[in-house]
């Protein structure tokens, strides 16, 4: 199985972007991640990023971070077993130097099949054996006990069943936190809410050098230059976005880098002002 990785460093900090994969998108689904915006606004949005109209690779890179003292995963992808396309972070780890045994905390940024079940095999046994999977309290709650999987339509609901059970299984690592807590020196997380109902992000820092990784807050580099643009399924819509504005000013001013989730590989750079809003400048 190939596997992708990009490795840079954050003052003494050292991260490697693993893809764990990509997921296909359809001409159907395509434009369900840009709610609000017109059929010809997107039109051209597209155009002008070289995206084809009617499909594209949704990629999913889970961020190490290696501190010399703890080596820490945001967030652990799909899997193979969630989806056919993904499972690529263990090879990617070892492409980097590590084995699933080396990952001390897993970051759980939300519930979302794609970003916690990487965290099981096939078997549903723990494929990180030493990890902690920290996860904020109210996600946790809301996926485990307060979900109704029927309510969430036909199409979500294997979707939300799996995620459950992916969560269940994981119980005796998951350690909750709350929104804005501190996951390790240096490193701390952020209440970021709207594409699910505690969504969080997480923010670096070593030295003078700072990274945000932002989750799903956005999925792609439009939603940068398209704030009101957000994916059809984001839980709370409106929150979604002032989120994604506040991580947006907050990269721009501290010139931090940002590392997302979904952006095309390896998903790190700045984001820069243009006019009254902004756009992404990938790390060369």
């Known amino acids: 199985m190939e596997s992708t990785i990009y490795e840079f460093a954050l003052g003494d900090f050292k991260c490697v972007s693993i893809s764990d994969g990509t997921q296909p998108i359809d001409a159907e689904t395509l434009p ?10 997107l039109a051209l949005a597209l155009r002008k990023h070289n995206m084809p109209p009617d499909h594209f690779d949704l990629q999913c890179s889970p961020l190490l ?14 899997g193979s077993v969630f989806h056919s396309h993904l499972g690529k972070v263990i090879p990617g780890l070892a492409a980097a130097g590590y084995q699933p045994r080396d ?3 897993i970051v759980l940024t939300h519930g979302h099949l794609d970003h916690i079940c990487g965290g ?6 723990l494929v990180f054996p030493r990890a902690k999977q920290l996860m904020a309290r109210g996600e946790w709650k809301y996926w485990t006990a307060e979900t109704d999987a029927m309510a969430m339509g036909d199409k979500f609901v294997e ?7 992916c969560l269940r299984a994981m119980q005796a690592q998951v350690q909750l936190i709350e929104p804005g807590d501190e996951v390790a020196p240096g490193i701390r997380t952020i209440p970021t809410p709207g594409h699910t109902r505690d969504h969080i992000s997480v923010s670096v820092r070593s030295g003078d050098e700072r990274l945000l990784c932002v989750a ?5 580099p439009i939603h940068i230059e398209q704030t009101t643009w957000h994916p059809a399924w984001d839980l709370q819509p ?3 976005m002032r989120s994604r504005r506040m991580l ?4 721009a001013q501290e010139n931090a880098l940002i590392h997302a989730f979904h952006f095309p590989f390896p998903g790190v750079g700045y984001v820069r002002a243009a006019g009254a809003g902004w756009r992404f400048e990938p790390l060369d």
Do not use: P, Y
């Open 32 to 41: 369900t991640f840009f709610a609000g915006a017109s059929a010809a606004d």
């Open 65 to 78: 971070i290696d501190t010399a003292d703890q080596r820490i995963l945001i967030d652990s992808g799909g």
């Open 103 to 105: 990952i001390d905390i």
């Open 120 to 125: 099981v095999d096939e078997d549903g046994a």
């Open 159 to 165: 979707d939300v069943r799996f995620a459950q059970e």
């Open 216 to 220: 799903d807050t956005m999925d792609l």
């Open 238 to 240: 409106e929150a979604g």
């Open 248 to 251: 947006l000013r907050r990269a």
